[in-house]
């Protein structure tokens, strides 16, 4: 295998020490996951094209064609399969696939790639890893769900390093309603247009409503509600003072304002009502969430969703559901691709034991299996070179501690922490190093 | 989405309980991987078409490519993606790619998805999940690292409950030494003939043997070799009665026997020699394995692998390397898919937090918040339900414990055990489940 070594744009791959700074956050979101009650479900990585291109006209483009390359021709008229563009769609399947068996409500957890083919650019990959949470429900699902998501995702950032984040929480019903008061009959037209305040500036904005067959008054009253926004549920007022009604409007300011209330209540400080946000894809029906590091907004949302109320159906029976889910691949692209967060060494290994010759490989490799049954990562030097040189070995994998067998004068083993230069006697079945350097831990940019 | 729902053959999908049984297995392989001092890798999951073809005619085949569904006409021309048959040869690439940023030796685990578009069958999927480890050296390779590989499998198989297995092993340099020896020109030819001896039995392989050039005596001294196994070093003299002489066999032969006492001394009954492995794939050049489990051969290798020497070069320097992977899929779709093993619930919830009433949700949330600071996974009911309903709502998930928020006469909380219907006292900053029933267990269906 000669041929030409070049990386395809896109498709991120990390180095190991990279790559332990993110199992790091892999295993972090996968702990607070489960602690909320969230159980695993890993879906196959295609769906037809049918399915994956009927989320919308934008969804189309970015699909990736999956095809045997020797496929024989009478193949050729098969159902196209397609990789995934996100967890919903193949979850949301995979519920109507599984109802029978399944226990409502499900809520599940999902930590997977996804692919997308669109233009790679900072922040958008086009394979990518993200970590999804939905509940699901038969029928009706109880709103206090969508505060609860706030509040496990609330519970992973205060373990990461990600620094300070805000999520943005609004209700499409809010819109819906404010938009129907108002007399404005194309309800999602105007949303789509109002998304694109951020992109383009409420001047454009009001053009665009305008000539979508806005009066110049419901144009600004739109744009007047999306610059309301508050960490508490002083918003209602502002909205309220607006003069719009429509009992759509208030069953979207009562919801929102209980999201609000239950996430200042539990995390403090974590979420805040804004009536700007809409999200793109058409499937939500409530509450959405979108959110932003406070150093770097305009890095895109690390963490979406929201409510859908018939994304899950199979004609008879309907399976609503809430889901907010991490961008991984975003987020890290940024934290360990930018600012250079890491991991404090290069593998899983605490212990290198020395080897003294060949001859007593054997004596080596029974001190590393000793120390593995207690837990410790522990490697065996590939050479019985100078001792000199196997210390090298593992300064320069960071590794923290070598074992010398039968070292001491009294013949019992002797392990050195390579940092400090100390030595001391140590028994095989029992010593164990400091917790801290047990196994690798995250070293921030700021703090090393 | 009402659209109809339809499993994709070959694309295995698990229900909760049996994925919480996979993770028990994905969670103990990445542990035993990291505790013999490999790293974690993963590769992006497209290499370029002319990479992954370049590995033998079969391969070819089964490789499914991937193209943008909308991708413009003038991008036509552009290399062709495909998803990766396996983690070797994306390995091979990654270490070509980044040699200057890795510490040779390196030793790396990689636990992914793979893809292969053959015609589904028993043991046999179109997207499955391998779990690799290989060491790569740059130049030289110590021997001694293809005994070790089997040592680090045994330790993962003691750990699960996969029953009686067997690891083969064989030096491909023992065939090549003793085909030499015999006077035949086509080793690899006479390789491919003699692999085929499980399928189609000595009698055909004699005779395709003959119809490929050879005399019958030869043919007659390749079966016979093929026939030699031992789980000690006696296969050496067993092998040197058929009075052949090579010293590719002698090198072998040395090999073999070191390998196999290695194993014997660290992992006893775990390895044989059985000189009538071959591997098919063209790039190992000495020691090959395959595992059988003892309960049923025919299922085909659950953990194989071998040798390479030159995979990976850059056409100046050149990473020789030794690699074995465990087939998670294959084994997990018997032992999970035919034979029933499972886990002991759907969820990984040990506690269900009870409400009394709507108005105190917040109260039950700050109970789960507490449980959870300390590990234990917990949900609060969804519903304030009758107690006997949420009750219930535990049992039909098996959450062994259901929190009464101050339910005891003096206010305190109060936990129950549904399966004694024992109910006591309990302190939400201190109360701990039993151990056995912090995390969801492996169930066996001997033992159930």
């Not at 212990?351 to 060949?358: K, S």
Request: net charge negative; charged share 25%.
């Amino acid at each position: 295998m000669a041929s030409k070594v070049t990386p395809i744009s896109g498709f991120q791959e990390w180095l190991p020490t990279e790559r332990i700074a993110e199992q790091y956050f892999l295993d972090t979101i996968r702990e607070v996951f489960e602690l909320h009650g969230f159980a695993s479900v890993n879906t196959r990585s295609v769906e037809s094209v049918e399915r994956l291109s009927s989320q919308g006209e934008d969804a189309d483009k970015e699909i990736y064609a999956v095809r045997r390359l020797a496929a024989p021709a009478d193949e050729q008229a098969e159902p196209t399969l397609g990789l995934h563009f996100d967890m919903t769609v193949p979850f949301a399947r995979y519920v109507l696939e599984n109802a029978g068996k399944l226990t409502f409500p499900f809520r599940r957890y999902q930590i997977q790639q996804a692919w997308r083919g669109e233009r790679p650019q900072r922040g958008r990959y086009r394979e990518f890893i993200q970590a999804d949470i939905d509940i699901v429900d038969a029928g009706e699902l109880p709103a206090h769900y969508e505060a609860e998501l706030l509040l496990v995702i609330a519970d992973v950032f205060a373990r990461l390093p990600v620094g300070d984040y805000t999520i943005h929480v609004n209700n499409r019903k809010i819109c819906e309603g404010f938009y129907l008061g108002l007399g404005i009959d194309d309800v999602i037209g105007t949303l789509r247009i109002v998304d694109k305040l951020d992109k383009i500036g409420p001047q454009k904005v009001a053009e665009l409503l305008v000539a979508n067959g806005l009066t110049d008054e419901q144009a600004k009253q739109c744009l007047a509600l999306a610059e309301i926004n508050s960490p508490d549920g002083s918003f209602v007022e502002r909205v309220r003072a607006l003069g719009v009604e429509h009992p759509t409007l208030d069953e979207g300011l009562a919801h929102l304002e209980s999201v609000i209330a239950t996430a200042a209540e539990h995390a403090p400080g974590v979420a805040i009502a804004d009536l700007r946000i809409a999200r793109g894809l058409d499937y939500y029906t409530g509450t959405v969430y979108e959110t932003m590091l406070e150093r770097d907004p305009g890095y895109g949302s690390i963490c979406s969703g929201g409510r859908y109320d018939s994304l899950a159906t199979d004609g008879k029976r309907t399976y609503p559901g809430v889901g907010i889910s991490i961008g991984v691949s975003r987020l890290l692209g940024l934290l360990i691709g930018e600012e250079g967060l890491t991991a404090s060494r290069e593998t899983p290994v605490a212990v290198l034991v020395a080897v003294n010759d060949e001859d007593s490989r054997a004596e080596s490799t029974r001190i590393a299996t000793a120390l593995r049954s207690r837990g410790i990562a522990t490697l065996v030097a590939p050479k019985a070179a100078k001792f000199g040189k196997q210390i090298q070995f593992a300064d320069r994998r960071g590794i923290p501690f070598v074992w010398f067998p039968g070292a001491g004068e009294d013949g019992s083993d002797q392990v050195k922490d390579i940092r400090s230069g100390q030595q001391s006697a140590a028994d095989r079945s029992s010593w164990t190093p400091p917790q801290a350097d047990l196994r690798p831990s995250l070293v921030s940019p700021t703090t090393d």
